[in-house]
């Protein structure tokens, strides 16, 4: 599967932005979708993931309440609106994809795609 994310900008503290990643090449609805982000000079972090049905979803503590995940199987697309924005979530943004079924999939996931950059300023 081939993901492609965007969205990504220069937004003050606490604006918004969204953040689509559109997939081709496979069934996207046999997927379990997610982002992760990196900021410069630390590691790769969870962000969130989805259900391939999009009933379950997951997110890392530092976003919980903030940011909402989403997908539309129709369109092959996952979302990632993005609220109250900090400067600490400046980073890069990456989509992940994993067709596995029982995954710890905040260590990671099989597909990755380009990431997207977001600047949070103070």
């Known amino acids: 599967v081939q993901l492609q994310a965007s969205g990504g900008g220069l937004v003050q503290a606490g604006g918004s932005l969204r953040l689509s990643c559109a997939a081709s090449?496979?069934?996207?609805?046999?997927?379990?979708m997610g982002w992760f982000r990196q900021a410069p000079g630390k590691e790769r972090e969870f962000v969130s993931t989805?259900?391939?049905?999009?009933?379950?979803?997951d997110y890392a503590d530092s976003v919980k309440g903030r940011f909402t995940i989403s997908r539309d199987n129709a369109k092959n697309t996952v979302y990632l609106q993005m609220n109250s924005l900090k400067p600490e979530d400046t980073a890069v943004y990456y989509c992940?994809?994993?067709?596995?079924?029982?995954?710890?999939?905040?260590?990671?996931?099989?597909?990755w795609g380009k990431g997207t950059q977001v600047t949070v300023s103070s």
């Open positions: 989805i259900s391939r049905s999009g009933g379950i979803t």
């Open positions: 992940a994809a994993d067709p596995s079924v029982y995954k710890a999939y905040r260590y990671g996931m099989d597909y």
């Open positions: 090449g496979r069934t996207f609805s046999n997927y379990v």
